[in-house]
């Protein structure tokens, strides 16, 4: 079996999520027509006209956060405004700035030694894509027909796929279509080929086809030899053809031993990082850990249920089963792969954190300073930093507001603080995790490495509260608290340990001495 073999680069970074089209828009880049007004709120269909450029001209703004990497949701050629409806995986979408606009901000970043993934949409594409129209043009003549998973019935019949049902003769669809989401089942038999949750704007790509198989791989070898820093890749798990991704890693290794791999898979999955594929996943079951715990009283549960995974994994908890479900989290992986987890509180694909408990500040700062001091490469969704809400999509997607005024400037220092503590600690990178003490609502975990021994001591209850942890108090010296009230550090006069008092909705970090 294969040993996992990470990239060194990734257990330092601190990453930020970009949905492109929300980001940043730059005079630089034409634009074709309307846009929907950047300060509106967000629609399913709407375009904003964020772009490329309007990134690399905001860099400033990233690199002062303390942020060394950066995750782009799809940039590659599209008809919607997230583009994982991809129809040319080869160009850059030109709303984005084009194929110029990536090189000059790959360029740019890298200089500041800031690094760039890309979001891999290889499951499915849509039906723009262009052996996709070739099929619906064609029928049964076409050489494309077999990039696609297609009802040969109807092929044969000379029926057209019915890739717009809602605007065909035929009429609409059936009012429960779509709940037997995963299975394609329906899209096969009502619109001629299988699509990705039956959703009719994404047909699923045909990866048991070598020639398929092949495109997906120049695709990605592409990219990779123009400069990107890795992939993350789109449900990779619903790509089961033999030996894929085993292929993919292999072939975008040789072209950048240090290319980033990184799976949406939203469980626990030990077994999926054995050095073959991925390097690691995005560490939902940690973002949902948190979210639990950390928000208390103010978790919004009617929020939380706008994502059905969410709801599965989300619920008040008290500390106990914080530090028993994180314990859980971080045995399943091997040390290596646990520092390669890109760690987060929330996506595009999830209500934003404030929202989700309940606009409630003290919470964002506990889950900030949960997610920074846990192994894994944490990663901040574009406008957290500034107090951005949003609930799930397309609300959680809104365009950023870079009218200062707008900011909430006292939840960006306290995450710049955090993020400096983070990039000063090599600890907080590089060592272990072990829980310490939890009572009620208060708990303890230790970091430890040979680069020493922090401890991190959370109150996310409403009152005060004294947690006895078995560290001397003379050994403790408190770096960091989330609040203007630090923890107190008293000797226990019942034993050896020590008893903290933690204010109410408080953190703080402690250099434990040897």
């Known amino acids: 079996m294969p040993v996992a073999t990470t990239p060194g680069w990734v257990r330092d970074a601190v990453f930020y999520q970009i949905f492109p089209d929300r980001f940043a828009s730059s005079a630089r880049v034409a634009k074709p027509g309307p846009l929907e007004d950047w300060d509106s709120p967000p629609t399913v269909h709407g375009f904003k006209g964020g772009d490329l450029l309007g990134v690399v001209e905001h860099l400033d703004h990233l690199e002062g956060l303390g942020v060394t990497a950066i995750y782009f949701n799809p940039v590659f050629a599209s008809a919607?405004?997230?583009?994982?409806?991809?129809y040319d995986y080869m160009q850059v979408d030109p709303l984005l700035g084009?194929?110029?606009?990536?090189?000059?901000?790959?360029?740019?970043a890298h200089l500041r030694g800031m690094r760039v993934i890309l979001d891999g949409v290889f499951n499915h594409a849509s039906r723009g894509f262009w052996p996709f129209h070739h099929v619906m043009e064609a029928g049964a003549s076409s050489p494309y027909r077999d990039w696609f998973y297609l009802n040969q019935a109807m092929l044969a019949e000379g029926r057209q796929l019915r890739a717009y049902p809602y605007q065909m003769p035929a009429g609409p669809l059936a009012a429960d279509w779509g709940d037997q989401h995963g299975s394609g089942t329906q899209s096969l038999q009502t619109l001629g080929y299988q699509a990705w949750w039956d959703l009719p704007a994404l047909p699923k790509l045909n990866t048991d086809n070598p020639i398929v198989r092949e495109y997906l791989m120049a695709v990605a070898e592409h990219w990779t030899a123009f400069g990107i820093d890795g992939w993350r890749l789109d449900v990779p798990d619903e790509i089961t053809t033999p030996g894929f991704w085993e292929e993919?890693?292999?072939?975008?290794?040789?072209?950048n031993p240090d290319a980033y791999i990184v799976g949406e898979i939203w469980q626990e999955?030990?077994?999926l990082l054995d050095g073959r594929t991925y390097d690691g996943l995005m560490n939902y079951p940690l973002a949902a850990a948190i979210t639990s715990h950390v928000t208390g009283r103010h978790l919004r549960l009617d929020v939380v249920a706008q994502e059905a995974e969410l709801a599965r994994n989300i619920r008040p908890e008290d500390a106990e089963t914080f530090l028993a479900r994180l314990a859980r989290i971080y045995r399943t992986y091997d040390p290596d792969s646990a520092g390669a987890m890109l760690t987060l509180l929330d996506t595009h694909d999830t209500p934003r954190f404030l929202t989700m408990a309940g606009d409630d500040k003290a919470s964002l700062r506990l889950g900030w300073l949960v997610l920074m001091t846990m192994p894994g490469a944490p990663c901040i969704y574009y406008g957290d930093e500034i107090g951005l809400t949003g609930e799930h999509d397309p609300g959680s997607r809104a365009g950023f507001p870079w009218d200062r005024q707008a900011w909430d400037m006292e939840l960006l220092d306290y995450l710049r603080a955090l993020v400096a503590l983070r990039h000063g600690e090599p600890v907080l990178r590089h060592g272990g995790f072990q829980p310490l003490a939890a009572a009620g609502m208060a708990s303890a975990y230790l970091r430890t490495g040979d680069q020493g021994t922090l401890?991190?001591?959370l109150n996310a209850g409403e009152e005060p509260t004294i947690l006895p942890v078995e560290v001397s108090a003379d050994r403790l010296a408190?770096?960091?608290?989330s609040t203007a009230v630090a923890a107190t550090v008293n000797a226990n006069p019942r034993g050896d340990g020590t008893l903290l008092e933690l204010a109410p909705r408080s953190g703080s970090v402690f250099r434990v001495s040897p």
């Open 98 to 108: 084009g194929d110029d606009a990536l090189r000059e901000l790959l360029d740019a």
């Open 478 to 481: 408190v770096l960091h608290t």
């Open 248 to 255: 993919f890693r292999t072939r975008v290794r040789a072209l």
């Open 80 to 86: 919607s405004n997230h583009r994982y409806h991809t």
């Open 455 to 457: 401890m991190v001591a």
């Open 269 to 271: 999955r030990g077994d």
